[in-house]
């Protein structure tokens, strides 16, 4: 049995309006929609669900005020969903039956959180991506390489939660669902992805010194690192408010852009993060601000000057003009 990813995950908060827009804005097409919720997709079919929890019965969330209220996880076929039954049977809060029209089996998680699986009903996507021209490669020959207006997620690539317990987290994950540890912050945090083969983390549990349970970031997958920049100065010309980025992570080598998210914690375009094997081997770190970006722009750039936010928008047809 093997986990292949995020088939859906579910935000509860009470102002479908400004998600409406949030959403639509980061680049997801509404494919459902009442006074009660809002279902997004990704290219692949990944959905994202936003629900007034007052409204719409919902799993209990694992904080106040708007977040992720549950995760779904996709796995191949019928025969491994019933594997993944007889594992959570003995779970706290185990469900099994049809949810939303999908033959689901679930149960809450070390931190509180509702998970659930199913069969994968994400499509394969046929995507051009940047080819990259190095040294000892040259990957794109007589060829522009991308310029996006905008980012067009693939997926929904992995989830980050704080908990009060990484070692519960990690080891129910991993017992239970496949997953393989690919780095740690020891005693603090455990990145982790859903199978020996795959990207670097799907999931990462932080646990800060007296933290609770909560959301930190879900993150979408784009294409190559000029989706990240395209999309991020579309999506901050929106007006939404970068938190950090772009930027690139040390521990995963990926690009990222995060902004703050109305429906709960915050919301990442990233791409090119390290593919493992395993073969791999977990490294550890001590967490810090250079192991966590080794760069990244404060406040992001400004979707209309396409400078730092804050600088003036550049003039003049060339760069040595004096204004
Ligand atoms: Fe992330």
């Not at 980050?160 to 020891?186: C, H, I, K, M």
């Amino acid at each position: 049995m093997t986990i292949l990813g995020i088939e859906e995950i579910t935000y509860g908060t009470a102002d479908l309006a400004t998600s409406a827009r949030f959403f639509a804005d980061w680049g997801l097409a509404l494919v459902e929609q009442d006074d009660t919720r809002l279902v997004f997709e990704c290219l692949n079919g990944c959905r994202v669900v936003v629900a007034d929890p007052a409204r719409r019965a919902l799993p209990k969330a694992i904080e106040d005020g708007p977040t992720l209220h549950e995760v779904v996880w996709g796995v191949a076929t019928p025969a491994e969903l019933a594997e993944v039954a007889a594992k959570l049977r003995a779970q706290p809060g185990f469900v099994e039956g049809t949810f939303d029209g999908q033959a689901r089996v679930g149960c809450t998680d070390p931190n509180g959180l509702a998970i659930k699986v199913q069969v994968s009903t994400k499509r394969p996507v046929d995507v051009q991506s940047a080819g990259f021209n190095t040294w000892n490669h040259k990957g794109r020959i007589d060829q522009r390489a991308p310029f996006y207006e905008r980012a067009t997620p693939i997926e929904v690539g992995h989830v980050v939660f704080f908990t009060d317990n990484v070692a519960a987290g990690e080891a129910f994950y991993r017992e239970l669902l496949g997953f393989a540890p690919s780095d740690r912050y020891p005693q603090r945090g455990a990145f982790l992805r859903c199978a020996p083969e795959g990207g670097h983390h799907d999931l990462f549990l932080l646990q800060v010194p007296g933290g609770k349970p909560g959301l930190n970031h879900v993150a979408f997958t784009v294409r190559d690192i000029h989706e990240v920049f395209g999309g991020g100065l579309a999506f901050s010309r929106c007006g939404w408010e970068t938190q950090l980025g772009p930027g690139r992570h040390p521990i995963s080598s990926a690009y990222f852009w995060y902004f703050k998210n109305p429906a709960g914690g915050l919301i990442e375009y990233y791409a090119d993060e390290d593919q493992l094997t395993a073969a791999w081997e977990p490294r550890e770190f001590e967490p810090g601000p250079t192991v966590f970006a080794e760069w990244a722009v404060a406040g992001g750039l400004d979707g209309h000057t396409r400078r730092q936010k804050g600088l003036e928008a550049p003039g003049g047809k060339f760069l040595t003009e004096k204004r």
